[in-house]
C-alpha cells in the first residue's frame, strides 16, 4: 500500500473505492507492522523540530476534523471506527505521527493555526492500442466508447469542478445533462462544448472532426464559434490554416466503428490496408499497392474473413503471420 493513499485516506481525499482497498489491507495480517515502519521509517529520515504536548494535541484535532469533513457524520465516524479496530494503542500513535508528520508536511502557520494545502487533481488516463476499442462510464454518468490508437484525459475532479476531457484518437460520447457544468471535449485547438448531447469526435494526423448524432454542441477554435445540428459536423484540417468550417456527414458511415462495423465506400487500397491495420493491430507488407477502390460493408468479421473477400475482388494473396500480414499481387 502506497503510503500516499493512506495519507488520503486520513484525511478524507480518497474515494469509496480507496476507501475499501484501505480497509481490506488494514485487516490483513502483519499490515499494522508494515504501515508502522512506512511511515516510521519517512519520518525518521526527516524528522521536524520537537512539537509540543499541546500542538501535538491541536493537530490531532484538526485531523479528526478533516477526516470527517464533506462527509455525513455517520458515514464519517463508521470509517474511523473501523480504523481504530487496529487497536487503541497503535490507532493512536499511528494519528498523532501522521497528524504531525503531515501536517508538517503541508506548513504550519506561525500563529499555529493549520494550513491545509490543496491537492491537485491527479491526472487520469485512459488509452487503447491498435485493435482495441474501451467502453466507459464517467463519473457524471456520461458514456464514452474510445476507438483504437486514441487517448482520454481528464482529472480526478471531474464531475465535480469541471467535465473536461483531452482527446487524441477518436471517441463517441453520449453526455449526460448538466447545467451548472458544461461538458468540454478538447482537439487539439478545437473545443467542443455541450451540455446533454452525443457526438463523435475524430482527431488524427490529417485533422479535426466534430460529428453531432443528437442536441446541440458550441464547436470552437481561437474567436470562432460553430453551432451544430444533428446530422452536422464541424471541421478543421491541418492542411488548411483557415478556420473551422461546417458540412453534412453520413451518420452510419461515422459511428459503424462503435458497433465493431466497417464499411468503405469508394476507398483506395492503401487506406484500405491503413484502417485494417489500426482496427485489427497488424502490419502490412506490400511491394505493390493496388489503386482501385473498394466499397464494402464487414460486421465483426475476422481480419482474414476480410482479406479472403477483398482478394477476390482485387487478385493478390495473403499470408497472415500473427502480427505481421505480407499481400502479394
Known amino acids: 500500500?502506497?503510503?500516499?493513499?493512506?495519507?488520503?485516506?486520513l484525511n478524507n481525499l480518497t474515494t469509496a473505492k480507496d476507501n475499501r482497498e484501505v480497509m481490506d489491507w488494514l485487516k490483513k495480517t502483519g499490515s499494522e507492522d508494515r504501515f508502522l515502519n512506512l511511515i516510521e521509517k519517512d519520518w525518521n529520515f526527516g524528522r521536524p523540530a520537537k512539537v509540543s504536548q499541546s500542538k501535538q494535541q491541536q493537530m490531532l484535532d484538526h485531523i479528526h476534523k478533516a477526516t470527517l469533513k464533506n462527509q455525513e457524520v455517520h458515514n464519517g465516524k463508521a470509517i474511523f471506527q473501523q480504523f481504530l479496530k487496529l487497536g487503541k494503542v497503535a490507532a493512536t500513535f499511528l494519528?498523532?505521527?501522521?497528524?504531525?508528520?503531515?501536517?508538517?508536511?503541508?506548513?504550519?502557520?506561525?500563529?499555529?493555526?493549520?494550513?491545509?494545502?490543496?491537492?491537485?487533481?491527479?491526472?487520469?488516463?485512459?488509452?487503447?492500442?491498435?485493435?482495441?476499442?474501451?467502453?466507459?462510464?464517467?463519473?457524471d454518468k456520461s458514456e464514452v466508447v474510445v476507438n483504437s490508437l486514441s487517448t482520454l484525459t481528464f482529472y480526478s475532479d471531474f464531475g465535480i469542478d469541471n467535465?473536461?476531457?483531452?482527446?487524441e484518437g477518436e471517441a463517441f460520447f453520449s453526455v449526460a445533462p448538466d447545467k451548472e457544468k458544461p461538458f468540454i471535449v478538447k482537439t487539439g485547438a478545437v473545443a467542443?462544448?455541450?451540455?446533454?448531447?452525443?457526438?463523435?469526435?475524430?482527431?488524427?494526423a490529417e485533422g479535426v472532426k466534430i460529428s453531432l448524432t443528437e442536441g446541440r454542441v458550441n464547436v470552437t477554435k481561437n474567436a470562432q464559434v460553430i453551432s451544430l445540428l444533428p446530422g452536422?459536423?464541424?471541421?478543421?484540417?491541418?492542411?488548411?490554416?483557415?478556420?473551422?468550417?461546417?458540412?453534412?456527414?453520413?451518420?452510419?458511415q461515422t459511428t459503424l466503428w462503435k458497433e465493431g462495423k466497417i464499411r468503405f465506400q469508394s476507398k483506395p487500397f492503401k487506406e484500405i490496408?491503413?484502417?485494417?491495420?489500426?482496427?485489427?493491430?497488424?502490419?502490412?507488407?506490400?511491394?505493390?499497392?493496388?489503386?482501385?477502390?473498394?466499397?464494402?460493408?464487414?460486421?465483426?468479421?475476422?481480419?482474414?474473413?476480410?482479406?479472403?473477400?477483398?482478394?477476390?475482388?482485387?487478385?493478390?494473396?495473403?499470408?497472415?503471420?500473427?502480427?505481421?500480414?505480407?499481400?502479394?499481387?
Open 95 to 139: 494519528l498523532l505521527l501522521f497528524s504531525v508528520y503531515f501536517l508538517y508536511e503541508l506548513g504550519f502557520s506561525k500563529k499555529g493555526e493549520p494550513i491545509l494545502a490543496e491537492v491537485a487533481p491527479m491526472k487520469i488516463q485512459k488509452s487503447t492500442a491498435a485493435g482495441e476499442k474501451l467502453r466507459l462510464l464517467l463519473p
Open 1 to 9: 500500500m502506497k503510503k500516499e493513499k493512506l495519507i488520503k485516506f
Open 232 to 252: 452536422e459536423m464541424a471541421l478543421e484540417q491541418s492542411e488548411m490554416a483557415s478556420g473551422l468550417s461546417k458540412a453534412k456527414f453520413d451518420l452510419d
Open 273 to 329: 490496408l491503413q484502417t485494417l491495420e489500426n482496427w485489427y493491430g497488424v502490419r502490412f507488407e506490400t511491394k505493390a499497392l493496388d489503386n482501385r477502390k473498394v466499397t464494402g460493408l464487414f460486421n465483426n468479421e475476422s481480419l482474414e474473413d476480410i482479406l479472403t473477400g477483398l482478394s477476390f475482388s482485387l487478385g493478390f494473396e495473403y499470408q497472415i503471420n500473427q502480427k505481421n500480414v505480407v499481400i502479394k499481387f
Open 163 to 167: 467535465r473536461e476531457i483531452i482527446l
Open 192 to 204: 467542443t462544448t455541450a451540455l446533454g448531447t452525443a457526438f463523435n469526435a475524430y482527431s488524427r
